[in-house]
Nanobody, 115 residues
Framework: QVQVVQSGGGLVQAGGSLRLSCTAS????????CRWYREAQGKEREFVAV???????NYGDSTKGRFTISRESAENTVYLEMNSLQPEDTAVYYC?????????WGQGTQVTVSS
């Protein structure tokens, strides 16, 4: 049984930084990929970033150049470092770890950026 727990997030002023964590526990061998999404109020879910087991990384158009995704395999943790945050980055952020071809969602974490 795999569980995914997120941490980090909170309130930050525009221009600030935050780091989100996404940790998987249980039968976590055979990591395939981890994706981050965000959902802002009244908007559709938006792709933020993905890291694949072979190290391939991609970002959404709105986060490229400001956000950095990384993985610490020994800790089964994926990080999302968010810099130069703007009010439009305000959303609930979700991570999804794909392990043995199954998706496991984190509980979501609120990020609020004040102007």
């Amino acid at each position: 049984q795999v569980q995914v727990v997120q941490s980090g997030g909170g309130l930050v002023q525009a221009g600030g930084s935050l780091r989100l964590s996404c940790t998987a526990s249980g039968s976590t061998f055979s990591f395939d990929a981890c994706r981050w999404y965000r959902e802002a109020q009244g908007k559709e879910r938006e792709f933020v970033a993905v890291i694949v087991h072979d190290g391939t990384i991609n970002y959404g158009d709105s986060t490229k150049g400001r956000f950095t995704i990384s993985r610490e395999s020994a800790e089964n943790t994926v990080y999302l470092e968010m810099n130069s945050l703007q009010p439009e980055d305000t959303a609930v952020y979700y991570c999804v770890q794909n392990i043995r071809s199954r998706d496991y969602w984190g509980q979501g974490t609120q990020v609020t950026v004040s102007s």
